[in-house]
């Protein structure tokens, strides 16, 4: 299975919204509704931002959000804040196996 | 609060096996509902899902790296550990331990440790 797609970079400025997508295929994103997101900054560990497409695990702030059409999920970041400059990457349960985005580098201009 | 932490070798001859182990803390590994993960991320690159085990001992791992991966438990100990044979200079990478939900998602994780394979 191949990876997940993610576009290599996003930006947007304090205050604006910005969306990143994960496209997979029918055997992963498309079938299971068990898609996260992970924000990791450098020299850390990733850390979970949603689970299940849209869940959002205590403690992460609610201008995170997930969706999914089809076999692409997004992430969006509203309001953005000058902390969120960070690297995002999806991940997708496909039956046994665990699948991961390129990631995709966030600037907050 | 689920703690993990990964101890090993930081360096590995080229064709020598990588052993690494995850200590859990802060909760048991054999709660039920769980699984343990190995992750690992290339230098600069994104991340890799090498395999992950139950407390019961099943194992699954991505199809790239099967034939050269083992990850086991200890539930005595708390811990999980990753064996990697027949490293190249293409395995180093800082490498991951994290708790996964049954719905995949990974809410624990550790530091990482930098692997080097190196002669």
């Known amino acids: 299975q191949s990876a997940l797609t993610q576009p290599p970079s996003a930006s947007g400025s304090p205050g604006q919204s910005v969306t990143i997508s994960c496209t997979g295929s029918s055997t992963d994103v498309g079938t299971y509704n068990y898609v996260s997101w992970y924000q990791q900054h450098p020299g850390k560990a990733p850390k979970l931002m949603i689970s299940e497409v849209s869940k959002r695990p205590s403690g992460v702030p609610d201008r995170f959000s997930g969706s999914k059409s089809g076999n692409t999920a997004s992430l969006t970041v509203s309001g953005l804040q000058a902390e969120d400059e960070a690297d995002y990457y999806c991940s997708s349960f496909a039956g046994t196996n665990i699948l991961f985005g390129g990631g995709t580098k966030l600037t907050v201009l | 609060q689920v703690q993990l932490q990964e101890s090993g070798p930081g360096l590995v001859k080229p064709s020598q096996t990588l052993s690494l182990t995850c200590t859990v803390s802060?909760?048991?590994?054999?709660?039920?509902?769980?699984?343990w993960s190995w992750i690992r991320q290339h230098p600069g690159k994104g991340l890799e899902w090498i395999g992950y085990i139950y407390f019961s001992g099943t194992a699954y791992y991505t199809p790239s790296l099967k034939s050269r991966v083992t990850i086991s438990v200890d539930t005595s100990k708390n811990q999980f550990s990753l064996r990697l044979s027949s490293v190249t200079a293409a395995d180093t990478a800082v490498y991951h331990c994290?708790?996964?939900?049954?719905?995949?998602?990974?809410?624990?994780w550790g530091q990482g440790t930098l692997v080097t394979v190196s002669s």
């Open positions: 994290a708790r996964g939900g049954g719905v995949g998602a990974h809410d624990f």
């Open positions: 802060g909760g048991s590994i054999s709660s039920g509902g769980y699984f």
